[in-house]
């Protein structure tokens, strides 16, 4: 007489052929039914069947192991997009590749959720290091400008001002032209990023008295003029803390906008490979300024 639970022979079915009911399979691999039915919308695990008249959905034994594998790369966060990479027998991509890459973005935000801490951190315990106590209103005299300008929006304004960038040294070169300073991008958008708005990149020239007419064709007399200005140290991916900062200081103590944002790179890539040592002044132009506000932190140096 044989064993209740045993099967005979005959019904056996090889491994390979077993189909497994959704439930079923969700359990054995350890993800939910509605994972399983995203990565089959996004075209990463689709079911080995699917009752043409009932619509059930059935997997094989052999996606297990592709199932884990999407399991393991998306616990770590890994974007579907890279775990459709590493599935693809045609890319260069294997698991092990794109575990790699996920390990380096997560050091990276490991140590920008360090620094933040360390910002908090400094402000709850020793205000006077807080952000707002480098803030300053600040005189920018008259000078020349070498300047190159462009239209963008906000999600281009980065590749924007690199291409002008680039096209500074190769410009200064042509007119024969010595910066005095370092680089400064402005935005003209009044703090609406919602449109279209011209960005410019300029650097201080001394303009000599011979040709100087024909130099002002891409050079600029700029006025003197006032800013409100804090120094951010750090990677340009911390810059938006800083710069909220700056605002609400501004807001603070209610001092008129022009509508330009500026950045200044007085430290970058050029000049240290460790981006914690970035250094950018950042600013946003006044119209005036009141006599009380031009005493502002004044005992901070700029």
Known sequence: MSHPDSVEPSTFVPAGDRRLAIGVFARLTRLTRKALKTYERYGLLQPAHIDPETRYRFYSLRQVRVAETIRLLRSVGVPLRDVAAALRTDEATPPAIVLARRREQIVEELAATDRLLEHLWSVDTEPSRGLSTEIVVREVPEHFDLVLSAQCSFETHEATVDRLLAQVPGLLRTHGLEPLDRETATYYADLDLTHDYRVEVAVPVDLP??????????????????AASVMHRGPYSDM????ACLIGWVADHDLPLNGRFSETYLVDERDTD???SYLTLISLGITAVPATSRQLDSDIET
């Open 209 to 226: 008295q011979d040709g100087r007419e024909s130099l002002l064709q891409s050079c600029r007399r700029v006025p003197a003029a006032s």
């Open 240 to 243: 938006h803390t800083t710069s």
């Open 274 to 276: 460790d981006p914690d």
